[in-house]
């Protein structure tokens, strides 16, 4: 555990991109079903049920996920 990340939020008409880069993972970021007890897990699987759109780029050393939000309060 431990590191640092950072968040950028851009309004754009009625569309919000919000994106968190980190120092990465061995992983590939996912949004899977966390079990019902888990501590963990969850915050991709709220993403692709509330976002327009969601993606990533990086690698092991540094990734970046994007979410896009479209709504009235968004206008």
């Known amino acids: 555990m431990g590191g640092s990340f950072t968040v950028q939020v851009v309004r754009d008409g009625g569309l919000v991109a919000v994106s968190v880069t980190d120092q ?20 991709l699987r709220t993403i692709s ?13 540094g990734r970046t996920v994007t979410a896009v939000f479209a709504g009235e309060w968004a206008a």
Do not use: Q, V
């Open 49 to 61: 049920l509330t976002a327009r759109s969601w993606g990533w780029h990086g690698n092991g050393e």
């Open 24 to 43: 990465g993972g061995p992983g590939e970021p996912a949004a899977l079903d966390a079990a019902e007890l888990a501590e963990s897990g969850r915050g």
